[in-house]
């Protein structure tokens, strides 16, 4: 006897099936309906651009990292001139 698939694997098989078929509809449809070449190369364009931006949305720049780790430094020197101990990662947890 075969065991079911628990339900968050079946959701998630099917949201990729469902954007497989999306993507292939996609292509198929730019692949049939586009004959003229200078809307081709306007949506090579713009795919391009997009692939760009979606890059850049993903990727943290170096200055937010940097930023990070100094407001956590800064924290630390607060801490420890103030006397304060820092909470424990359980606390933190627990604070969650």
Same mark, same amino acid.
């Given at each position: 006897? +075969? @065991?079911?698939?628990?339900?968050?694997?079946?959701?998630?098989?099917?949201?990729?099936?469902?954007? @497989?078929?999306? !993507?292939?509809?996609?292509?198929?449809?730019?692949?049939?309906?586009?004959?003229?070449?200078?809307?081709?190369? !306007?949506?090579?364009? /713009?795919?391009?651009?997009?692939? =760009? +931006?979606?890059? #850049? %949305?993903?990727?943290?720049? =170096? +200055? @937010?990292?940097?930023?990070?780790?100094? /407001? $956590?430094?800064? %924290?630390?020197?607060?801490?420890?001139?103030? $006397?304060?101990?820092? #909470?424990?990662?359980?606390?933190?947890?627990?604070?969650?």
């Amino acid at each position: 006897m +075969e @065991e079911a698939l628990p339900l968050n694997l079946l959701n998630r098989l099917l949201k990729q099936t469902a954007k @497989e078929r999306r !993507k292939s509809l996609t292509v198929r449809d730019i692949l049939t309906e586009v004959d003229n070449m200078d809307l081709l190369d !306007k949506l090579q364009k /713009a795919y391009s651009k997009l692939k =760009k +931006e979606i890059a #850049k %949305e993903e990727t943290i720049n =170096k +200055e @937010e990292i940097l930023t990070g780790i100094d /407001a $956590g430094l800064k %924290e630390m020197l607060k801490r420890k001139r103030g $006397g304060r101990k820092a #909470k424990s990662l359980g606390e933190l947890i627990d604070e969650l």
